[in-house]
């Protein structure tokens, strides 16, 4: 079994992905920035590690991740400040995978986002035009790092119920570009344990096809 390390470890989807993972049988590290989260990450059956990571150094970060087995990044900068954006949707998301390569973590899987990548097309006129800078750039940073890495592209999120279904890329024109967080949870776990995803991108949204079928097609 993993010993899994959450970069962003109170987020609504981390919360969601801990007590996975425990039932699992993984054992998993939620990095967050506000100590006082702390009790959240334990009641979700996950072990609170506070280190603000848009600060934290490569050597800060790659010994928080010596001697784990696979990190997941699911943190992000929340909008409304490009600063910000590029130092944690970037930089920081790019000395996590110096660090888990320094660390001998070769296990890392980005959440990221459907339509992902340098072709974007968000103007630069539009408010989420760094985010996806950002996303771009750390996710080619990871594909080139050596890395066992896999993308995760989920579509817009949704607080709805887990069916425990999606469908993959390449999608139909008229699919519903929405999923819920519970099932994006889910691809997570079903990810760190399929060996097929590794070196994979893959995009998703609420479908018809079990997780584990669908990532193990890709």
């Known amino acids: 079994m993993a010993d899994v390390v959450i970069i962003g470890g109170h987020g609504k989807v981390a919360l969601l992905v801990l007590p996975l993972l425990a039932e ?8 967050i920035r506000n100590p006082a989260h702390a009790a959240d990450v334990e009641a979700a059956a996950g072990t609170p590690l506070v280190l603000d990571v848009e600060n934290a150094t490569e050597d800060e970060l790659a010994a928080a991740f010596t001697g784990r087995d696979a990190i997941v990044w ?19 998301a790019i ?6 390569a320094r660390a001998g973590v070769r296990r890392y899987v980005m959440v990221s986002y459907l339509g992902a990548g340098p072709d974007h097309g968000v103007p630069e006129d ?23 890495w896999t993308v995760l592209g989920p579509a817009g999120l ?6 425990g279904l999606i469908d993959v890329a390449p999608l139909p024109e008229d699919a519903e570009r929405r999923v819920s967080r519970a099932n994006v949870a889910r691809t997570i776990v079903a990810a760190l344990e399929l060996d097929a995803t590794i070196g994979r991108t893959i995009e998703y949204v609420d479908g018809a096809t079990p997780i584990r079928e669908a990532l193990a097609r890709v």
């Open 74 to 92: 699911s943190a992000g900068a929340g909008g409304g400040d490009t600063r910000r954006t590029y130092a944690v949707d970037r930089d920081a």
């Open 126 to 148: 539009n408010s989420f035009h760094a985010y996806a800078e950002a996303k771009a750039a750390a996710d080619a940073h990871l594909r080139a790092s050596g890395l066992d």
């Open 95 to 100: 000395r996590s995978m110096d660090a888990a």
């Open 158 to 163: 949704t607080l709805e119920e887990p069916t």
């Open 24 to 31: 699992a049988g993984h054992s998993a590290t939620a990095v």
